[in-house]
């Protein structure tokens, strides 16, 4: 590794590794975890529903061809995004968000909501700056400030609170740097979906003292038990200062496709479309025609929840009778959160697992603090439910087994 290099670039920078002089353990860092794959490891820490099973719906594997066998693909569209397609967008969030915009002036597709999510933070932060982040979250959540120059302030979701949002923990870490609250709702890696009562009172107090939010809400459209999903954006004083960021990835599971998009006021909005081609360029022109009959036939979505829903009872039922382990029945998404502390240092368990079980998961400890000690499952891999049971039983018996070497007490 060329040293002298590396000390001229920004710090930010300089301390990211991709997996070239190093082994990376981030899922999608570096060709680490892909490897595993090649050695029958079940890969389940990369939320991309269904992976690696083909998983596209029949009608829009036919738009798809369709669409490239008339040869426009070839061509751009807009860095601001498809006319369209947008409009689709727009009768979507006026339905699911409750959300009235303008699709000409309030909404921007993005190449994913990974890329969204940055260009979102990109105008508001810069040197110093402070994002209160909730603590456990996307990593992306944490490492975004910093790449723009600012600092991220995790802000402790409570375990034992079953992961709800603590004002007191934002009001105790406000300071004069804070800028931006970064919020995840339903929350990754948590599956928690936050309660009206407590988005009213973040709400409240992003108002009173002049903050901006930027909601990620990729996970919105997988949520269970009748929960009400609430977009903070729609909440008193929130349009005007809320960037919302939204996927086509988890929900409809075409994750490959890279489809994301911003929802903002005009002034952002105009902040956004100015900076476009700079930053983003222009997301798939095929990509996007072929989300544009997503929205409007969403209905294999349906499907889709179904075995999300059973998969999560199974992990629920399966994961509940192992000693040492903690967890809870997942409220939204295709992954379970597990409390694996009491059986050992989580970075080694998951090492374990792959030796042990064949399974391949995320290290809680990348989800910030408050993750030390848990494990991230995505329980939506493969598009055959046996598949993703077998792949949780072998971790079960797994744990078990570490329960009984480490002397944990049995249930």
Known sequence: MNDSIRNKMKNNFARLQGGLFAAVEKADVGSAYNDLQKQGVSMMGWADPFYPDPSIPAHLLDKAVEILKGGFPSHYTMP?????LKEEIAKKLARENKMTVDP????????????????AMMPFIGEGDEVLVPDPSYPSNFLNAELLGGKSIPVPLKADDHY?????????RLTSRTRMVLLTNPNNPTTTVFLREDLEKLAEFICRNDLVCVADQAFESTIFDGREMISIATLPGMEERTVSVFSISKGMGLSGFRVGYLVACDTIMDVLFGGAVNVLGATSTLSQLVAIEAFRHPQFMEEYNQKHDRRRKYAYEVFSRVPGVKINLPESSFMCWLDVSALGDSTEIVSYLIREAKVACNDGKAYG??????????????????????AMDRMAAALEKLARATDVPGR
């Open 104 to 119: 000409k002036r309030n909404i921007i597709i993005t190449p994913g909501s990974d890329s969204g999510l940055l260009y």
């Open 164 to 172: 709800r949002i603590d004002i007191g923990a934002f009001e105790e």
């Open 369 to 390: 603090p408050q993750g030390t000690g848990c494990l991230r499952l995505i329980i939506g891999c493969y598009w055959d439910d046996q598949q993703s049971f077998d």
């Open 80 to 84: 601001i995004g498809n006319e369209e």
